[in-house]
């Protein structure tokens, strides 16, 4: 199946929103699994999952989202997108309790608003430092 790529930003914002929910679902869904089925301590089934997550969310983004590489590696790739996305988790701990510790919100409106501005950080620093036609190495 070919999938239609487009440069546009606008585009591939909302393609990785997809992505990204199909990757959160296996992440969710694998923490959830290896946990309660299979009997694996919660956060090392947590590690797994997320590892899970981001393999499918950077498998999907190179087949759905973006179709221009800077690098022709994609082990160094992966561990650059690998990267963003720890640097994207820790973003997301700060802000949440920032806005839970700090200022005193609810931790679940503090989550709508750091999934957003997590979400961001990721396509964007993604999009610029990994799948941006300019200056192909």
Same mark, same amino acid.
């Given at each position: 199946? =070919? ?9 591939? &914002?909302?393609?990785?929103?997809? @992505? ?10 694998? &923490?959830? /699994?290896? *946990?309660?089925?299979?009997? @694996? $301590?919660? &956060? &090392? ?19 759905? +989202? ?12 992966? #561990?650059?997108?690998? !990267? !963003?996305? !720890? ?6 701990? #700060? %802000?949440?309790? +920032?806005?839970?510790? =700090? ?5 679940? %409106? #503090? =989550?709508?608003?750091? *999934? #957003?501005? @997590? ?5 964007? +620093?993604? =999009?610029?430092?990994?799948?941006? $036609?300019?200056?192909? /190495?």
């Amino acid at each position: 199946m =070919k999938i239609l790529h487009s440069q546009d930003t606008f585009y591939q &914002l909302i393609r990785y929103g997809f @992505v990204g929910g199909i990757a959160f679902v296996a992440d969710y869904g694998s &923490l959830y /699994a290896l *946990t309660e089925w299979c009997g @694996v $301590q919660y &956060l &090392l089934s947590a590690a797994f999952a997320f590892i899970i997550g981001l393999t499918i969310n950077y498998l999907l983004s190179n087949w759905i +989202v973006f179709s221009t590489h800077r690098l022709q590696n994609r082990w160094i790739e992966f #561990a650059i997108f690998a !990267i !963003i996305g !720890i640097i994207g988790l820790g973003l997301n701990e #700060a %802000i949440m309790f +920032v806005c839970c510790e =700090k200022i005193g919100m609810h931790y679940m %409106i #503090a =989550k709508l608003i750091s *999934t #957003a501005l @997590v979400f961001l950080w990721n396509f964007f +620093v993604r =999009k610029l430092t990994l799948f941006n $036609q300019h200056n192909n /190495a």
